[in-house]
Each structure stands twice: as C-alpha cells, then as structure tokens.
C-alpha cells in the first residue's frame, strides 16, 4: 500500500519562503517520479514540479526561479522550497507519485494548506 504524507504548509506573508515535504512509503521511491500539484478555490489542480526518477525536473511557468523539487532517497522524501510567495500561491498543494515512463500519476497524499497573505 503506497501512502504519501504532505506536511510544511501553513501561513507565510508574501515574499516569505516555506518548504513542503511529502513522506512516502509502500514502494521503492528512487524507482518512481514525484510531482507537486496545487489547487486553489475554484479552480482546477494544476501541475507545480515534477521530478522524474532520473533527476530531470519540470516547473510550470507561473513558479520557475521560485520553487524548487527536489527528493532524498535515502528518506523516501520529495521537497517543494517555495521562495518569493506570492498571494496567487495560495492553495491546497498535494504530493503524487507515478510509475515512470507513465502519464498518469496513480498515488495521491491528502494535501497540506498553503496561504499567502498580501
């Protein structure tokens, strides 16, 4: 059973710094990539980072320079550092995991509140 446990998130003011991490456990973490996905009120999840099991790295434009992913294997642990927090940052962030060389990311945690405030 793959569990993913988010934690880190909380209420920081804008131009402030927090950094997520997300636990997993139930396979073997250096096998598989890890994204981070966001979604705030009324809109729909998006995509935040992606790190694949080779080390490459996707950021969508909106975080590039401020965010970075990144994971220890030794500890089954992905990090999101979040820099320069901006109000639009706001959101429920969620950490997932896929089989690599798939589309479709199969394992999801319970997500951690982000709040930005102006």
């Known amino acids: 059973q793959v569990q993913l446990v988010e934690s880190g998130g909380g209420l920081v003011q804008a131009g402030g710094s927090l950094r997520l991490s997300c636990a997993a456990s139930g396979r073997t973490f250096s096998r598989y990539d890890m994204g981070w996905f966001r979604q705030a009120p009324g809109k729909e999840r998006e995509v935040v980072a992606i790190n694949w099991d080779s080390g490459r790295t996707y950021y969508t434009a909106s975080v590039k320079g401020r965010f970075t992913i990144s994971r220890d294997n030794a500890k089954n642990t992905v990090y999101l550092q979040m820099n320069s927090l901006k109000p639009e940052d706001t959101a429920v962030y969620y950490c997932?995991?896929?089989?690599?060389?798939?589309?479709?990311?199969?394992?999801w945690g319970q997500g951690t509140q982000v709040t930005v405030s102006s």
């Open positions: 997932a995991t896929r089989n690599s060389g798939y589309s479709q990311f199969d394992y």
